[in-house]
């Protein structure tokens, strides 16, 4: 419930600061009762929020490193939307373990970035290996439009375009060969949908007189971003997320 309650606000927020959102072959995607681990290059900061609202009603664990959990709610917060920490420089079998864990054993996709940092064109294999241990398909989308907060603010267009679902079961080893034949796939995908996604996007900024319908919307959010932000503070006294995760109380095997 949080979770949902949460993607809607910030989507909320970037509708007010954006409001030239388009998203395409949303039919591609599996049906919502299918687990799945939806990949896309990272390219913003706020790509991974596009991704999740043109999925939904599906949720997702994300990976999230550890810096992020510093502070107390927006800790609270990410872990209340099933995100895990993961330390880059020493990663433990927690990388794979938990979003195996959450694959098979409850409701929720996981959310990846196969190529780890933003801009990099490199996909790497965890993807892989965590598909082939959860038996899961990988979801492919793309996300192109403005990757500046300027850009966001000028209200250039923003496409989320969903490619086709990439089986792997037909690949035995997750071995050099596997792995990388995993990563073509994924990067062959990445590469016609980046393409798809140039005829979609014709130039035309968002329509300046829906500004004028922000400015009550803006004092609606900020309303709700305090209140969110008040029940975020008591609830990260009385509740711990990590002790109420359905597929954390067994191991998987």
């Given at each position: 419930?949080?979770?949902?309650?949460?993607?809607?606000?910030?989507?909320?927020?970037?509708?007010?600061?954006?409001?030239?959102?388009?998203?395409?072959?949303?039919?591609?995607?599996?049906?919502?009762?299918?687990?799945?681990?939806?990949?896309?290059?990272?390219?913003?900061?706020?790509?991974?929020?596009?991704?999740?609202?043109?999925?939904?009603?599906?949720?997702?664990?994300?990976?999230a490193?550890?810096e992020?959990?510093?502070?107390?709610?927006?800790?609270?917060?990410?872990?209340?939307?099933?995100?895990?920490?993961?330390d880059?420089?020493?990663?433990?079998?927690?990388?794979?373990?938990?979003?195996?864990?959450?694959?098979?054993?409850?409701?929720?996709?996981?959310?990846?970035?196969?190529?780890?940092?933003?801009?990099s064109?490199?996909?790497?294999?965890?993807?892989?290996?965590?598909?082939?241990?959860?038996?899961?398909?990988?979801?492919?989308?793309?996300?192109?439009?403005?990757?500046?907060?300027?850009?966001?603010?000028?209200?250039e267009r923003?496409?989320?375009?969903?490619?086709?679902?990439i089986?792997?079961?037909?690949?035995?080893?997750?071995?050099?060969?596997?792995?990388?034949e995993?990563?073509?796939?994924?990067?062959?995908?990445?590469?016609?949908?980046?393409?798809?996604?140039?005829?979609?996007?014709?130039?035309?900024m968002?329509?300046?007189?829906?500004?004028?319908?922000?400015?009550?919307?803006?004092?609606?959010?900020?309303?709700?971003?305090?209140?969110v932000?008040?029940?975020?503070?008591?609830?990260?006294?009385?509740?711990?997320?990590?002790?109420?995760?359905?597929?954390?109380?067994?191991?998987?095997?």
């Amino acid at each position: 419930m949080f979770y949902a309650h949460l993607r809607t606000l910030v989507v909320f927020l970037l509708w007010i600061v954006n409001g030239n959102a388009h998203y395409h072959n949303r039919d591609k995607i599996l049906d919502k009762d299918e687990n799945y681990i939806l990949v896309s290059p990272h390219r913003t900061w706020w790509d991974p929020v596009y991704m999740a609202f043109a999925a939904r009603p599906k949720q997702f664990v994300v990976m999230a490193k550890k810096e992020l959990f510093k502070n107390r709610i927006l800790s609270w917060w990410i872990r209340m939307c099933g995100a895990f920490p993961v330390d880059r420089e020493n990663p433990s079998q927690e990388v794979i373990r938990y979003p195996v864990n959450a694959l098979k054993k409850s409701n929720r996709s996981l959310l990846m970035f196969p190529s780890g940092s933003r801009h990099s064109q490199d996909v790497k294999g965890g993807v892989a290996v965590i598909a082939k241990m959860a038996k899961v398909k990988i979801m492919p989308c793309a996300y192109s439009g403005p990757m500046t907060l300027s850009g966001l603010l000028k209200g250039e267009r923003v496409d989320m375009n969903f490619g086709n679902p990439i089986d792997i079961s037909d690949i035995k080893r997750m071995n050099d060969e596997g792995v990388a034949e995993v990563a073509r796939r994924i990067q062959m995908e990445f590469d016609r949908i980046d393409e798809e996604n140039k005829t979609y996007n014709n130039g035309k900024m968002g329509n300046p007189l829906t500004y004028i319908l922000r400015i009550p919307a803006i004092l609606l959010a900020l309303i709700w971003i305090i209140l969110v932000l008040l029940f975020s503070l008591v609830a990260s006294f009385v509740w711990d997320p990590d002790k109420h995760r359905s597929w954390e109380k067994t191991e998987t095997k």
